[in-house]
């Protein structure tokens, strides 16, 4: 994640200097990063992700939502653009900055990010209540890993690879990795 120009703001100061500008930037603890474009690989991993989710979820209170909507981790001064979320939390519906409530967030690696999905960013994640499970989705290695939250607190992995159906708890659906990848060439 690259810092733009060492800025530091409020969250408030954020929220309305984000809205009059053409690039994405996420905000932690007052810092301000830019977001690089994607590859194509990881726009259509990401699409196909959340289109089957939109599928699945019609009909119920949860909603998918994509990259150019706000994630706010209030535990952890932060927002942040998962590559899709979803949220079932009535209270979400009503704010158009932002959720602040996801049930579930997928984060799709890219050779930058990849160690601060892993790290930073996971660990301001499990700051949310609400959040049941997280994915990260490795396009080279055809693989998902799903953390799921015990009762207990405790995060747990579960690693989706092959042709298996990466198992959503949290929403009871399930989605086949083969779906996840589909339009993806094998290198």
Not at 12 to 21: G, N, P, R, V
Not at 46 to 64: E, V, Y
Not at 66 to 86: C, G, H, R, T
Not at 110 to 136: H, N, P, V, W
Request: glycine letters at 4%.
């Amino acid at each position: 994640m690259q810092t733009a120009e060492r800025l530091h703001f409020s969250a408030e100061d954020y929220l309305a200097w984000e809205a009059t500008q053409a690039e994405k930037h996420e905000f932690v603890a007052g810092e301000v990063f830019a977001m690089t474009g994607a590859r194509q690989d990881h726009v259509v991993v990401s699409l196909n992700i959340a289109s089957a989710l939109k599928q699945r979820l019609r009909g119920t209170f949860c909603r998918p939502y994509i990259a150019d909507l706000k994630l706010k981790v209030e535990a952890a001064e932060a927002f942040f653009y998962p590559d899709v979320m979803v949220s079932c939390h009535p209270g979400d519906l009503g704010n158009q900055q932002y959720i602040s409530n996801p049930t579930l967030i997928v984060e799709v690696l890219s050779d930058s990010t990849a160690a601060y999905d892993r790290g930073g960013k996971f660990a301001a994640y499990r700051k949310l209540a609400s959040l049941q499970e997280y994915l990260i989705v490795d396009i080279d290695a055809r693989r998902v890993e799903c953390f799921r939250r015990t009762a207990e607190n405790d995060w747990l992995l579960h690693d989706y690879i092959g042709d298996v159906d990466c198992q959503l708890h949290s929403l009871s659906l399930s989605l086949p990795l083969a779906e996840i990848f589909e339009d993806i060439e094998t290198t």
